[in-house]
C-alpha cells in the first residue's frame, strides 16, 4: 500500500493513525525534521489517504483511483500547495493570501481539503499575520500541514497553533535501501553516502555526483597545502554553491555538503595525529592530512571543527553564502614568511 514507500517514520504515522482513531484529529499539524527525510512525501501520502475514493483501510490510499492519480501529479483539486519561489527567501504575503482564499472554498469532491505548505521555515511577520485567521479558524474539513526543519525557526503565533510531529533522521539501513531503490548498485558506494548523508536521503543522493567529489578534492588540497591560495579556492566553493541553481535551498544544500566534507577531513587529520586507523581513507590524502595535522596541531583542528559546526548553522540559517564561505576560509591557518 501507499505507506510502504514511507521509510524510518512509524513515530509519525501512528501519531496521525491514533488521532484520527480517536476522532481526535487536529486541523493543523507542523511536521518538523531535518531535510531529506521524508516529511513531504508524508504530508503527500497522508493527503492521498484522505481524498482516496477507495480506501482499503483507514488513512491507507488505494494508489489506483482517480484521486490517488490526480494527488500524485499535484492537479487534486482539493489539494492545495504553497512553497517558497525559486528566487526568493521568504513567503510573500501575496502568496499566502492566495492560499488562504483557496483553502476557504468548500471541497470540490467529498469533505476534505488539504493545504501542505512546504516552506514554514520562510514565514515573515507578513505572511505569518496572514495566515493567522485560517489557521485558527480552518474552514469544516480543511486539513493544515506545515513543513519545517525545526521549531527554533518557527513564529510563537505558529508554533502555538499548531499541533508538532516531531520527524527522525534516516538510519544507515533505510537510506541504503533508498539509494538501491533510486539505482545505486555498488554497496562500498552505498555506505559511504549513507554515512556522509547524516540521516537524509536528499544529501546521500545528492553525493552521487562526481563534480561534487572533483570540488572535494580541490578544496581539501588546497586548504590543507602550506600556503592555501585562498581567493581560488573560496570562487571554486562559491561556483560549486551556485551551479546548483537558483533556488537558495539547493545552494544551501551544497554549502553544507562542503563543510561536511572540511568537517570529515579535519576529523581524520585529528585521528592520524593520534595514530588512530582511518578506515576507507586514500593513502595519499591520509599522508596529507597527517601532514597537516603535524603541522597546525590539535588545538587548532578542534578550533577548525568547532568553526565548521558553526558554520552550517549559519547556513541553515540563511546567512548569506559567500560570508560563509569567506568566514572558514579565514580561519584556516596561513604558513608564516
Known sequence: MSWDRIRGQDGPRNTFFTAHEAGRLAHSYLLVGPEGIGKRLFARELAKAFLCERPPAKLTACDRCPAC???EASTHPDLLFLRTPADKHELPVEDMREF???VALKPTRGSRKIGIIEDADDFNA??????LKTLEEPPPGALLLLIATTTDRQLATILSRCQVVRFAPL?????????EAQGIEDAQKRDRLARLGNGSASRALALDDDSIWQVRQKLIDGLTSPRPQFQPLAETWSKFNEDAGKETAAQRMRASLVLQFLIEAVQHALKLSLSATV???DATEADRLKAFAD???TDTLMELLDKFVEADFYVERRVQLILVVESVLAKFPREKG
Open 100 to 102: 488562504c482564499a483557496q
Open 279 to 281: 578506515p576507507d581513507i
Open 171 to 179: 538510519t544507515p539501513p533505510d537510506l541504503k535501501a533508498i539509494l
Open 69 to 71: 492519480a490526480q494527488v
Open 126 to 131: 507578513s505572511s505569518a499575520n496572514s495566515f
Open 295 to 297: 603541522r597546525v596541531g
